[in-house]
């Protein structure tokens, strides 16, 4: 059974920074499509950003390209978000998610494509 625990979410003035983490347990994430996901107050879900097993291929959301950053540390089990310049449309529930072991060199933003999720870290951004 795998479990995600986010963590570094937070309260920031718009143009801040905040640095997500999520640690995985009861297994590795070798081998799996990772994933971050927000989901604000009335709004549907959606995909932020996603990288391969190996970290070579990332896919942004046009709404955060140049600004996030994903990426992984498959020794440590652990995948991060760093976010800059955030915008009075970032805050959300922030959400980590990972596929199963399928060793895919490309991933998308498909929900349907993710089966574990992490219960979520709060984003806020103030103007």
């Known amino acids: 059974q795998v479990q995600l625990l986010e963590s570094g979410g937070g309260s920031v003035q718009a143009g801040g920074s905040l640095r997500l983490s999520c640690v995985a347990s009861?297994?590795?994430?070798?081998?799996?499509?990772m994933g971050w996901f927000r989901q604000a107050p009335g709004k549907e879900r959606e995909g932020v950003a996603a990288?391969?097993?190996?970290?070579?291929?990332?896919y942004y959301a046009d709404s955060v390209k140049g600004r996030f950053t994903i990426s992984r540390d498959n020794a440590r089990s652990t995948l991060f978000l760093q976010m800059i310049s955030l915008k009075p449309e970032d805050p959300a529930m922030y959400y980590c998610?990972?596929?199963?072991?399928?060793?895919?060199?490309?991933?998308?933003?498909?929900?349907?494509?993710?089966?574990?999720w992490g219960r979520g870290t709060q984003v806020t951004v103030s103007s």
């Open positions: 998610a990972a596929g199963s072991v399928s060793w895919r060199d490309r991933c998308a933003l498909v929900q349907d494509d993710f089966s574990y």
């Open positions: 009861g297994t590795t994430l070798s081998g799996r499509c």
């Open positions: 990288v391969s097993f190996g970290g070579g291929f990332t």
